[in-house]
């Protein structure tokens, strides 16, 4: 646990609607306490109701991104988001085995937007179960990702230890998360060096869950460096979260018929 201001990086897409990606993990960083950097990974044409095209940056683009910052920003942790494709994980990979300096690192397996839209090619899968997920401290899969990541054919009803268990065999702690589950709380799992954690939270019954995949694994990088250890901070980012979906009916986006976002500051305004 560090007392100075952390700083974090999100490497991730973006988000014009400021609701998820690269926009709303800055949003979470300074929420938390911590100072915000961010590696563009894609630029998505997106909305509260769906994604309307996805451009994705070069492999070289986002490693001269990442080279440059890194050469002259001490960085604390780092939350990696959407990547888009094999090539683009494949040189993230290669990024951070370059610097172990680097000590907290939470990757969020972004394959599947909210509204449904597929956000990571096929062929990536398979870069970021081998390549990427070794590198990361903590991944933080929902149960349709957790599927995607063990061949599932399809999600489980609810995060289980047992689940979480085979996710961890890939070569990370694990974060998974119950909130596509049913019932009137969002159980979680956490597992991290063979220590199990349940957390639970009331289910906010709102529309305005846009951006939480990215909001809550944004929270735990922003919250490591200043907790010690992995299960407080998780815990924390799950309250923050919880009150963020809360407080989510005070903001106006969007037309009313997708999934708003989150209220990031909602300790603030």
């Given at each position: 646990m560090?007392t100075?201001?952390?700083?974090v990086?999100?490497?991730?897409g973006t988000d014009?609607?400021g609701?998820?990606?690269?926009?709303?993990?800055?949003k979470?960083f300074?929420a938390?306490g911590?100072?915000?950097?961010?590696?563009?990974?894609?630029v998505?044409?997106?909305n509260?109701?769906?994604?309307?095209?996805?451009?994705?940056l070069?492999p070289?683009?986002?490693?001269t991104q990442i080279?440059?910052l890194?050469a002259?920003?001490?960085?604390?942790?780092?939350?990696i988001g959407m990547?888009?494709s094999?090539?683009?994980?494949?040189?993230?990979?290669?990024?951070?085995?370059?610097h172990p300096e680097?000590?907290?690192?939470?990757?969020?397996?972004?394959?599947v937007?909210?509204?449904g839209?597929?956000?990571l090619?096929?062929?990536?899968v398979?870069?970021?179960?081998?390549?990427?997920v070794p590198?990361?401290?903590v991944i933080?899969?929902n149960?349709a990702?957790a599927a995607?990541?063990l061949?599932?054919?399809e999600?489980p009803?609810e995060?289980t230890e047992?689940?979480?268990?085979r996710?961890?065999?890939?070569?990370?702690?694990?974060m998974?998360?119950?909130?596509?589950?049913?019932?009137d709380?969002?159980?979680d799992i956490?597992l991290v060096?063979g220590?199990v954690?349940?957390?639970s939270?009331?289910?906010i019954?709102?529309?305005?869950?846009h951006?939480t995949?990215?909001t809550?694994?944004a929270?735990?990088?922003?919250l490591?460096?200043q907790?010690?250890?992995?299960?407080?901070?998780?815990r924390?980012a799950k309250?923050?979260?919880?009150q963020?979906?809360?407080?989510s009916?005070?903001l106006?986006?969007g037309a009313?018929?997708?999934?708003g976002?989150?209220?990031?500051f909602?300790?603030?305004?």
């Amino acid at each position: 646990m560090t007392t100075r201001i952390p700083n974090v990086l999100s490497i991730a897409g973006t988000d014009p609607s400021g609701g998820a990606g690269i926009m709303a993990d800055l949003k979470t960083f300074g929420a938390l306490g911590a100072y915000g950097c961010g590696v563009v990974t894609a630029v998505v044409a997106q909305n509260t109701q769906g994604v309307e095209a996805v451009g994705l940056l070069t492999p070289d683009q986002v490693r001269t991104q990442i080279e440059n910052l890194l050469a002259d920003v001490r960085i604390d942790a780092i939350k990696i988001g959407m990547l888009g494709s094999a090539a683009v994980i494949e040189t993230v990979a290669d990024a951070l085995e370059a610097h172990p300096e680097v000590p907290w690192r939470v990757l969020d397996p972004v394959m599947v937007a909210s509204s449904g839209d597929r956000l990571l090619d096929e062929d990536a899968v398979d870069a970021l179960r081998s390549r990427l997920v070794p590198t990361a401290d903590v991944i933080t899969p929902n149960l349709a990702e957790a599927a995607v990541l063990l061949d599932l054919p399809e999600p489980p009803p609810e995060p289980t230890e047992d689940l979480a268990a085979r996710l961890a065999q890939l070569g990370a702690g694990v974060m998974l998360k119950g909130g596509h589950g049913t019932g009137d709380s969002s159980e979680d799992i956490l597992l991290v060096g063979g220590d199990v954690t349940h957390l639970s939270a009331p289910r906010i019954a709102t529309r305005n869950t846009h951006g939480t995949g990215c909001t809550l694994s944004a929270a735990m990088a922003a919250l490591r460096p200043q907790r010690d250890g992995w299960a407080e901070a998780t815990r924390d980012a799950k309250d923050y979260l919880t009150q963020a979906l809360a407080a989510s009916e005070r903001l106006d986006v969007g037309a009313g018929t997708g999934h708003g976002p989150v209220h990031h500051f909602h300790a603030w305004w």
